[in-house]
């Protein structure tokens, strides 16, 4: 019996090197001084599902070439982490949003980037415009009151432009720009976390994700880490102006894109390195079907003049990815550890990569380009095809890639 609970008697407390383990052990989980890289943050991580590792990098084709390695880096230190790219009904763009709260747009060499759209009336010059700075950490308790514009789309029958603004929502502006209005901000009485990429429908109503019901914008590493799934897609009806849950329990719903003839769209889950098909029409409707376990973490998806669909992926998943997805005790202690997040996110073998890929309606992998090394591209967040041309946005950089499509090597 008394062996049994030898916990009971202060043997333990007798042997200093196991006391201080003990108590060390309980500091780190406790962390009380929000010394790790939570901060205080209520981290509750959960078991998610991957597919096996080996399978999908198996499986993936790769680009021996690394054909994306040739793009060209366009605007550099003129745009601040430019997520989503857009072109008005006239050609004109690209359009993007950027990291110090505007929206811009391209006017050719003589004009240059002009800013088109606010998204709050807070805005000001001196508070948010931080240059090359907002897409480091200097802007992270700005980027709030700023305004942090991601996925854009003109809706085709007026050249109103709609944005999906990580703090403040779903939102639209006249084509003369200025300031946005807010269309959806609420979702059940409850505010919109993190809206992240929209979609329009023809019948006008917009499809767009909301990322989390728990993290916001800058603590979106967290979604990944825990492996939550509180995201959802929405759907916002002008005529009613009311705001739907379309789909619920998502794992970092990112990008959304419509098909040809609006019969499905698909969309990301990036938690779980997915590309998924809803179906809004036909014997399907209302069902969800897996279309691809892709090699990394996907953003955005764009559909280009031939009704293919552009994914763009940070690449790529790692061995160690699979046995946290599984077990969240390992990142329950792991990431409390007092060292920076970035240090122990590359102890578990992060290193970024591009991988942009193409896919037909049925989901067959048409192209695969990559940039191995990382020399062009890091972080890629949307691919848009526009006469010949592929324009690469990214959420972190300070640039635009291009690289002619199809590539002439
Ligand atoms: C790329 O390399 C792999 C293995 O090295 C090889 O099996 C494959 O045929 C190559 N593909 C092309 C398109 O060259
Ligand atoms: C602008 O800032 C004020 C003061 O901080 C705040 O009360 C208000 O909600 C902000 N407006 C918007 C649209 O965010
Ligand atoms: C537009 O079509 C979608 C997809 O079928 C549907 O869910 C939505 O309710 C429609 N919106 C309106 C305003 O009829």
């Keep these: 019996m008394e062996k049994r609970i030898p916990f009971r008697d202060d043997r333990i407390l ?24 939570l901060g205080g943050r209520d981290y509750r991580p959960v078991k998610h599902n991957v597919a096996p590792y080996k399978q999908v990098m198996d499986s993936w084709p790769t680009d021996n ?29 690209p359009y993007t949003g950027l990291a110090d709260g505007r929206v811009v747009r391209w006017m050719g060499d003589t004009l240059g980037w ?19 700075a907002s897409t480091t ?28 603004d990580a703090y403040y929502g779903l939102m639209v502006v006249g084509p003369g720009g200025g300031l946005a209005t807010p269309l959806a901000t609420h979702v059940e009485g409850k505010p919109i976390l993190f809206a992240n990429d929209l979609d329009i429908h023809k019948n006008g109503s917009i ?22 799934a509180t995201g959802r897609l929405l759907r916002y009806d002008p005529p009613s102006k009311t705001t739907h849950i379309v789909l619920d329990g998502l794992a970092f719903p990112n990008g959304v894109q419509l098909s040809k003839d609006q019969s499905f769209l698909l969309f990301t889950e990036t938690t779980n390195c997915r590309l998924w098909k809803y179906w809004l029409e036909g014997p399907k409707m209302g069902l969800v079907e ?16 031939r009704g293919e669909f552009w994914v763009a992926i940070d690449c790529c998943r790692t061995p160690s990815q699979e046995i946290l997805s599984h077990n969240p005790w390992i990142k329950n202690f792991y990431f409390r550890l007092p060292f920076k997040m ?24 048409l192209e695969v380009l990559e940039d191995k090394k990382g020399e062009v591209m890091k972080l890629v967040s949307e691919v848009r095809e526009v006469n010949g041309k592929l324009w690469i946005g990214t959420v972190a950089h300070n640039h635009i890639a291009t690289l002619p499509y199809p590539p002439r090597i």
């Excluded at 003990?22 to 890289?37: C, I, N, Q, R, S």
């Excluded at 279309?291 to 990394?296: E, F, K, R, S, Y």
């Excluded at 240090?343 to 578990?348: E, Q, S, Y």
Aim: aromatic share 14%; with cysteine.
């Design 207 to 228: 499809f767009f994700t909301d990322t989390s019901k728990r993290y916001n914008r800058l603590d979106h590493f967290f979604i990944l880490l825990e492996g939550e």
């Design 137 to 164: 950490s200097k802007q992270a308790k700005l980027e709030q009151r700023c305004g942090r514009p991601l996925g854009l789309r003109f809706d085709r029958n007026n050249g109103n432009l709609y944005i999906a």
């Design 342 to 365: 970035s240090f122990l996110a590359r102890m578990f073998g992060m290193e970024m990569y591009t991988v942009i890929s193409l896919f037909n309606e049925k989901g067959d992998i």
């Design 65 to 93: 070439r690394s054909r994306l390695g040739s793009g060209k880096l366009e605007f550099v230190d003129q745009v601040y982490g430019p997520e989503s790219l857009e072109f008005d009904l006239m050609g004109r763009g």
């Design 14 to 37: 007798q042997h200093p090197f196991l006391l201080t383990f003990v108590l060390a052990l309980g500091f780190v989980f406790m962390d009380p001084f929000h010394v790790g890289p």
């Design 114 to 132: 002009e800013t088109f759209a606010l998204v709050t009336p807070n805005w000001t010059e001196k508070l948010c415009a931080n240059g090359v």
């Design 290 to 305: 897996l279309v691809a376990d892709l090699p990394g973490y996907p953003d955005n998806v764009r559909l280009n003049d």
